[in-house]
């Protein structure tokens, strides 16, 4: 097994990373930077590529050219080394219907070889902080939306990994386990951990992340620290009014449609 | 009619959607999905045929029945039959859809400014396109037009509000059983104990005529007496071929029919050809009232469905927050993980505990049916060890009702597949795994068939029962590479709480795994015969058995290598076809 090289600075790295469906460049030469210990967001319009870049990064879809290291690990010649060091929560949950919520934690604990005692003993404190202990012995299926997304990142965090990829981790949850959600991720990188988010809601982001990244079309359009950004947007302008700038959705496209007079 | 025919247009397009192309999907994916849709097609194309031809029939019978002849009794048969056979349908046909999963999902077209009202007619003319509804409707709506052409003009007015009657009553009936069928099944803990119940009793149903044939009494025609009946025949010839007199048709309404739709419209027909248009009348009212009545309840149910929300169980009280799970020897932790999921995941399906409760009882059956006839089966009167043979067919039933999983064990996981891929499992321990769970499974399903054999029978050499587990063993070996080779190439999107069509993997790989299966069991079945009925040695039997086996391992050790490679390979597209793209 390859160890990750302790004196590189970034958890995440890619050059070129391309993945083409037929004709279609999903995702077209991004280079991704992103430094260990940060927040970062991925922001993009829908089809833009960010849940294909996701894929590529955790293995799941297969670049089609470009180099990636994970935490100092070439996912492609060593991807074992990789899963054991980060924790996914995808677009579609990956969960199991039919296991229960506590079957899900153990399942992903056996699989990464923990013991009975820490199983245990983490399984019931995200348990108790995604307030699924009375839920665990009801299968998954069972579970509402909110509930599955809390138990699938139960789950990416089980493990103890270095580096979150999280796919929309705030939709479809209350406000009470949005909280929750974010003072944990504040902590996760509080103790050195990465965590690399998209999200469509650009406040959460804003008041979340330190280091964002705009995709549009396939292509990194932006990339640094939110205050970089804003320094370079000049005018002061939020993440909402820069995004806009990015992507190319400005006041032009505002829709003419009288007959919408409510 | 605009809300009708905005329905009709969403069918259409839901059926044509379906065979269009998705960018997402590999050469091999797009052939085998193709694959998949001809079957419909062909249906289809053979399905007009045969409405035109129960026109047709229905049209020649409306012609024939007011005439005299010698078979209107024969063709009340077959409408009585096929009556029957319809009412039963419209019984069970909904019930068999829900507990399949297809349960009419009305609660979207909620949103949509449509009345309830007209939502429930437009459920109703949907049933219009039931095959066995659509050949009813053309055979009972061109009745009437046969009778006009042979002058019955009164009958066929009163045929054909019978017509209108019975189609009604049946659409209307299997909407309320389908609504029915929706407010029963739309709790998922509900709907599977329904399912479980619903297929237990039909199996146990399709036991009954053996079983009553086997131990009712039985009343043995003599020899001579089909001699008799024929020189009788000889003695009398025509006699029982005079035409029917008029009055044919019986009384207008016994009292045994007003409970039974389908005989309320045959008696109708029959005393509308029979002259007798007034006394038709008679069946014509309770056959209106009961079409009536049934959608008076069904639309009451419709918009109950529509008005109350959804129903879950009451959710079970958390335990502990971790779960027995074993490791299993000689398996790596994420090897016996995924194994142990597996086997769980089977057992929470209706598919896997149908099969599992049920294969003991197929076996008992056959065994109490064997052994209360047991020459009937023998060639040559010989006795045969029934009980062996039960065991033997025991594992071989086993392995057949394992194929949903050995054959689709990668897509069958669903999202619980990217869940394994993005875990650090290696797919050397992802076909291990899932073979160690295979293994679980047939044994959990062979070793109660074996048993019940075994008490059933224990007669047969020591040897050859010993070399059961071993035969077993050996068949198993060999088609734990070729599930997961043919589960790598041609995954088939799965809902596990769902039965028959819905659970099946591709069609393909079934047929494919099934005589991978009789080819496994070639070998054994020979060395075996070879060792008993040739060198007259079960010990030998045995011995050879043995040593297939371990033959068998070592071909299966390879096979699993290749199998790993495919899997390595075919990752991305098993993730998509998974989850269901």
């Not at chain 2, 050995?406 to 069958?412: H, I, K, V, Y």
Request: glycine share 10%; net charge positive; charged share 15%.
């Amino acid at each position: 097994m390859t160890e990750p090289s302790e004196s590189v600075g970034l958890a995440l790295e890619t050059h070129g990373l391309r993945r083409n469906f037929g004709e279609l460049a999903a995702v077209d030469g991004v280079d991704l930077s992103v430094p260990r210990g940060t927040l970062y967001g991925f922001l993009g319009p829908n089809g833009a590529g960010k849940s294909t870049t996701i894929k590529c990064l955790t293995g799941l879809l297969r670049p089609s050219g470009g180099t990636m290291r994970i935490l100092g690990i070439d996912p492609e010649n060593n991807p074992l080394a990789v899963k054991r060091r980060v924790g996914v929560v995808p677009e579609d949950l990956a969960l199991f219907d039919r296991l229960t919520g506590a079957e899900t934690l153990t399942f992903v604990g056996k699989v990464h070889g923990l013991d009975k005692a820490t199983l245990r003993s983490r399984s019931k404190e995200l348990l108790d902080l995604m307030d699924l202990t009375a839920a665990s012995d009801n299968l998954v299926s069972d579970y509402s939306h909110g509930m599955r997304k809390k138990i699938a990142l139960a789950a990416a965090l089980l493990p103890g990994p270095h580096l979150l990829f999280l796919d929309e981790p705030f939709e479809g949850i209350d406000a009470v386990a949005s909280r929750q959600i974010k003072d944990l991720l504040h902590a996760f990188v509080g103790r050195g951990g990465t965590v690399f988010l998209t999200s469509h809601i650009l406040e959460i982001v804003e008041r979340l992340c330190s280091h964002v990244g705009v995709i549009a079309r396939g292509k990194l359009v932006a990339q640094g620290s939110l205050q970089s950004l804003r320094q370079a947007s000049h005018d002061g302008k939020n993440l909402e009014e820069i995004f806009l700038d990015l992507v190319g959705a400005g006041e032009d496209r505002i829709p003419q449609m009288e007959w919408l007079s409510g | 009619m605009h809300t009708a025919v905005v329905m009709a247009w969403l069918r259409w397009r839901l059926l044509v959607n379906l065979l269009r192309p998705t960018k997402r999907r590999d050469a091999l994916e797009r052939a085998s999905r193709a694959i998949q849709v001809i079957a419909p097609v062909i249906f289809f194309l053979i399905f007009i045929p045969a409405v035109i031809l129960a026109g047709f029939g229905g049209g020649l019978a409306g012609w024939y029945l007011p005439q005299s002849g010698n078979f209107h009794s024969a063709v009340f048969l077959v409408l009585r039959t096929i009556l029957s056979v319809e009412f039963l349908l419209a019984l069970l046909a909904p019930l068999l859809r829900a507990s399949q999963g297809f349960t009419p999902n009305v609660s979207r077209f909620l949103l949509l400014p449509i009345p309830v009202r007209d939502l429930y007619v437009s459920e109703v003319l949907v049933a219009f396109v039931n095959p066995w509804v659509a050949l009813l409707a053309a055979g009972s709506l061109l009745l009437p037009v046969g009778m006009v052409l042979a002058g019955e003009l009164s009958g066929a007015c009163t045929a054909l509000a019978a017509a209108a009657g019975i189609l009604v009553l049946l659409t209307g009936l299997e909407t309320l059983v389908s609504t029915s069928a929706s407010l029963l099944f739309r709790d998922r803990r509900r709907a599977e104990i329904a399912t479980f119940v619903l297929m237990a009793s039909l199996a146990a149903a399709s036991f009954l005529p053996g079983l009553l044939t086997t131990f009712g009494p039985v009343k043995r025609r003599l020899p001579d007496e089909k001699k008799i009946e024929l020189k009788a025949e000889q003695r009398s010839p025509g006699k029982s071929k005079q035409p029917e007199p008029p009055g044919w048709s019986g009384k207008p309404l016994p009292l045994w029919a007003l409970a039974y739709p389908p005989e309320l419209y045959a008696r109708c027909v029959a005393l509308s050809a029979d002259h007798r248009s007034g006394a038709a009348l008679l069946p014509l009212a309770p056959l209106l009232l009961w079409a009536s009545g049934i959608h008076w309840i069904g639309a009451g149910l419709y918009r109950r469905i529509l008005e109350t929300p959804e129903v879950s169980s009451p959710r079970r009280r958390g335990r502990g927050v971790v779960v027995p799970w074993p490791r299993l020897p000689g398996l790596s932790d994420a090897a016996s993980a995924v194994a142990v999921a597996q086997v769980r995941l089977v057992f929470r399906s209706v598919q896997g505990k149908i099969q599992f409760c049920i294969l003991p009882m197929v076996i008992l059956v056959m065994g109490l049916l064997w052994l209360r006839h047991p020459k009937d089966l023998a060639p040559g009167g010989h006795s045969l060890p029934v009980g062996l043979l039960l065991a033997v067919a025991g594992i071989f039933f086993a392995m057949m009702t394992l194929e949903g999983t050995l054959l689709n064990q990668f897509a069958m996981d669903r999202a619980g597949l990217t869940l394994e891929f993005l875990s650090p499992i290696s797919d050397r321990d992802m076909i291990l795994g899932k073979a160690a769970a295979g293994a679980l499974l047939v044994a959990s399903r062979s070793f109660p068939a074996m048993l019940v054999a075994a008490l059933l029978a224990p007669g047969g050499s020591v040897f050859l029962w010993l070399s059961l587990p071993f035969a077993a063993l050996a068949l198993f070996a060999l088609m734990a590479p070729l599930g997961a080779i043919l589960s790598a190439l041609l995954p088939r999107p799965v809902d596990p709480g769902k039965i028959t069509k819905q659970n099946q993997p591709h069609f393909v790989a079934s047929i494919l795994g099934m005589l991978g299966n009789l080819f496994a069991m070639g070998p054994i079945a020979g060395l075996a015969a070879g060792a008993v009925f040739l060198l007259e040695s079960p010990a030998l039997a045995l011995v050879f058995v043995v040593l297939w086996t371990g033959i068998a391992l070592l071909i299966s050790l390879s096979l699993l290598r290749l199998a790993e490679r495919l899997l390595a390979q075919r990752r991305e597209n098993l993730a998509l076809v998974a989850q269901g793209r």
